[in-house]
């Protein structure tokens, strides 16, 4: 699916009326930045809740505010937000960064159409507009960064945050992460290409080299899910999934759109529902990807501890 321009505004498409009009936003200065909330001097990198969107939205008719929504469980996503970050702070507040967990705040998740992770829309003057999904190269980031400025001094909207200590754009003398295994900094590289199958690769030689090596299999997880995602359409799929309630790949299919956009116990759920279906003799694809989606969200989440227990009483 093509993402918009980022000049073109959603309005039709995204409905925020709902957390828009959820509470009066308060005065600035009345919420600390600390409480996921710009307040009168945000951070340029924020949470932002359900509960505090309307302040968000309020804050975007001074600076362009981005949302980067994410998840835990989402390696891509992990990615990209530190690039966005950078970006952001070297814009020097000229643009803040607000982060949305997709899996905490299932009302802005559902709001922004998040159908995959990461994605990066912006508000300006309370109007979302669409960026891109997916980790892009930084220079991408750069290049749509640019454009968004330009959009928000088309609309008015050309204020700035003062930039607290630390976050004025001056590197910080904290020692630099360690850098990636090569193997891992190749299958990155080979994401951010749109490349899956060259990443797949490298991650498998990661774990020929050291099975135990549990981001390369988190790696290998994230990669297959998105190759299996790319190109397909959730409403089609939907739409086939409930006419065909018993075929596997049309199920599979949602639930690996749910798992990509956030919703991951409506796609445990799906799965569980099939497999209950099934005859003993065609389950064993099922128990197979609901094991491949636990290990992607993670074994100790509760959502597939409940799922896990659910599995065990379907099979015994």
Known sequence: MTDPAPG???RGAVDLSAL??????????????AA?????SPSLVFDVTDDSFPQVLELS???PVVIDLWAEWCGPCKQ??????????????????????VDANPQLSQAFRAQSIPMVVALVAGQPVPLFTGAVPEQQVREVFAQLLQLAAQNGVTGTVPAPAGEDGIESEEPAEPALPPLHAEAYDAIEAGDYARAEAAYRR???EDPRDADAKAGLGQVSLLQRVQGLDLHEARAAAAAAPRDVDAQFAVADLDVSGGHVEDAFDRLLDLFALLPDDE????RERLLELFGLVGDADPRVIRARGRLASLLF
């Open 283 to 286: 389950r064993a694809q099922v």
């Open 8 to 10: 073109a505004v959603l």
């Open 20 to 33: 828009r009009n959820r509470a009066p936003a308060p005065a600035a200065g009345d919420t600390p930045a």
């Open 36 to 40: 996921g909330a710009p307040g009168a």
């Open 61 to 63: 008719r001074t600076v």
């Open 206 to 208: 990661a774990l020929t």
């Open 80 to 101: 990209l937000s530190p690039v966005l970050e950078k970006v952001v702070t070297e814009l020097g507040g000229r643009v803040v960064l607000g982060k949305v967990d």
